[in-house]
């Protein structure tokens, strides 16, 4: 198997930019994960892996096989890729029996009875559906739809395998059931995978790499630790996971630490975070970072409680405070509607005002 290779990808559908110059390197084996709002072009990058969609400029390779060559005006067919795809929308046919359904591709690809039959019951067994053969999709639940469709991917031993949403059918709890037996299925295959989700918690639960998406782009590129605790801007910040941006402007940078005075006076001191900033600033913290506290100190604000919520194992407060609203999970129950806020600074990071997303 080997490595996938996007270089400088573009892709117009007329004058809308859905892919813009992306460039990335998928090694053998590794389970990648492309996240992003809805519309950010996850779609159209698997698309055009697959030979789906045509891309406009720039290059797809495996290893050396050129897929796609826009300056050279190379792109394989569909079929000569040797991908495996499962899309949300890619249903099974209907009017086949599941081993029908692997037959297809098999069939397609001029395989010989006798190694179509050794191969569907290799891809049944890999999802544990091997009683199924017989049935139709219309006996079949969503999630062994889903391990039927997985299958059918992967029968005709694919070097890439390109998921496109493929739990969203499922209720949350064999959602998450099945992405940890889909990861666990992918290690042992060793198939090189590209998995596209808009869901933060299920990419940083199965992926060895995230690329942040927005607006055709990505904006960041790495493990999912990485990615939760150092993001490189507040759009990435506010993405995964969620963040508090409490405005206030900067003071002073010193070394990896900053000082921000906040709109009541209070003064912060939190991470310098990276490039150019000067006057208005925010400070990202994580909700789950914002620490109560009894009386007033050293990075300590004094709140006031607008909202709770109880969600099991955490409680969940929103709260008005110098810089602007806060929402913070803690499990201390909060006993007044005035509180003292840590702002631990080793879990503050400086960004500039105006790159926070509109909507946090
Ligand atoms: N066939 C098409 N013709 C014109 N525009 C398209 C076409 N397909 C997608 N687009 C546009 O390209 C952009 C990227 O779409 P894409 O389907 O890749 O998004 P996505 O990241 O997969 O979103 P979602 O999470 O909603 O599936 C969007 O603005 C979309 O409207
Ligand atoms: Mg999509």
Same mark, same amino acid.
């Given at each position: 198997m080997?490595?996938?290779?996007?270089?400088?990808?573009t892709?117009a559908?007329?004058d809308?930019?859905?892919?813009?110059?992306?460039?990335?390197?998928?090694?053998?084996?590794?389970?990648?994960?492309?996240?992003g709002?809805?519309?950010?072009?996850?779609?159209?990058t698997?698309?055009?892996?697959?030979?789906?969609?045509q891309?406009?400029?720039?290059?797809?390779?495996i290893?050396?096989?050129?897929l796609?060559?826009?300056?050279?005006?190379?792109?394989?067919?569909?079929?000569?890729?040797?991908?495996?795809?499962?899309?949300?929308?890619?249903?099974?046919?209907?009017?086949?029996?599941?081993g #029908?359904?692997?037959?297809?591709?098999?069939?397609?690809?001029k395989?010989?009875?006798?190694?179509?039959?050794?191969?569907?019951k290799?891809?049944?067994g890999?999802?544990e559906?091997?009683?199924y053969?017989?049935?139709y999709?219309f006996?079949l639940?969503?999630?062994?739809?889903?391990r039927?469709?997985?299958a059918?991917?992967?029968v005709?031993?694919p070097?890439?395998?390109?998921?496109d949403?493929?739990?969203?059918n499922?209720?949350?709890?064999?959602?998450?059931?099945?992405?940890?037996?889909?990861?666990?299925?992918?290690?042992?295959?060793?198939?090189?995978?590209?998995?596209v989700?808009?869901?933060?918690?299920?990419?940083?639960?199965?992926s060895?790499r995230?690329?942040?998406?927005?607006?055709?782009?990505?904006?960041?590129?790495?493990t999912?630790?990485?990615?939760?605790?150092?993001?490189?801007?507040?759009?990435?910040?506010?993405?995964?996971g969620?963040s508090?941006?409490?405005?206030?402007?900067?003071?002073?940078?010193?070394?990896?630490?900053?000082t921000?005075?906040?709109?009541?006076?209070?003064v912060?001191?939190?991470g310098a975070?990276?490039?150019?900033?000067s006057?208005?600033?925010?400070?990202?913290?994580?909700?789950?970072?914002?620490?109560?506290?009894?009386?007033?100190?050293?990075?300590?604000?004094?709140?006031s409680?607008?909202?709770?919520?109880?969600l099991?194992s955490?409680?969940?407060?929103?709260?008005?405070?110098?810089?602007g609203?806060?929402?913070?999970?803690?499990?201390? #129950?909060?006993?007044?509607?005035?509180?003292?806020?840590?702002?631990?600074?080793?879990?503050?990071?400086l960004f500039?005002?105006?790159?926070?997303?509109?909507?946090?």
């Amino acid at each position: 198997m080997a490595d996938l290779i996007l270089e400088q990808l573009t892709i117009a559908y007329g004058d809308v930019t859905a892919v813009d110059n992306i460039s990335l390197s998928v090694p053998s084996g590794e389970f990648l994960t492309l996240l992003g709002p809805s519309g950010c072009g996850k779609s159209t990058t698997l698309f055009s892996v697959a030979g789906l969609n045509q891309a406009t400029s720039g290059v797809i390779r495996i290893g050396d096989t050129v897929l796609f060559d826009g300056g050279k005006g190379i792109s394989v067919e569909p079929e000569h890729r040797n991908i495996g795809l499962v899309f949300q929308s890619y249903a099974l046919w209907p009017h086949m029996s599941v081993g #029908e359904n692997l037959a297809f591709p098999l069939k397609l690809r001029k395989v010989n009875k006798s190694e179509r039959d050794t191969r569907i019951k290799e891809a049944l067994g890999l999802v544990e559906m091997s009683d199924y053969i017989n049935r139709y999709p219309f006996e079949l639940s969503g999630g062994q739809q889903q391990r039927v469709a997985l299958a059918r991917a992967l029968v005709y031993r694919p070097g890439l395998l390109l998921l496109d949403e493929p739990l969203s059918n499922l209720d949350a709890k064999l959602r998450e059931r099945a992405r940890v037996w889909l990861r666990e299925l992918q290690e042992r295959l060793q198939v090189t995978t590209v998995y596209v989700t808009h869901d933060q918690a299920e990419a940083l639960a199965v992926s060895d790499r995230i690329a942040v998406m927005s607006e055709g782009r990505i904006r960041q590129l790495g493990t999912p630790k990485e990615i939760y605790e150092t993001p490189t801007d507040a759009f990435v910040a506010d993405f995964i996971g969620s963040s508090n941006f409490l405005k206030g402007k900067l003071i002073e940078r010193n070394g990896p630490w900053a000082t921000v005075q906040l709109s009541n006076g209070s003064v912060l001191r939190a991470g310098a975070g990276k490039g150019e900033l000067s006057g208005d600033v925010v400070i990202a913290v994580r909700p789950e970072r914002v620490e109560v506290v009894g009386e007033p100190g050293e990075n300590i604000v004094q709140v006031s409680l607008n909202s709770g919520a109880y969600l099991g194992s955490v409680y969940q407060y929103e709260v008005s405070g110098p810089g602007g609203h806060y929402r913070i999970q803690t499990s201390k #129950e909060m006993s007044s509607k005035q509180a003292y806020v840590r702002i631990p600074p080793e879990a503050a990071t400086l960004f500039a005002a105006d790159s926070v997303p509109q909507a946090a």
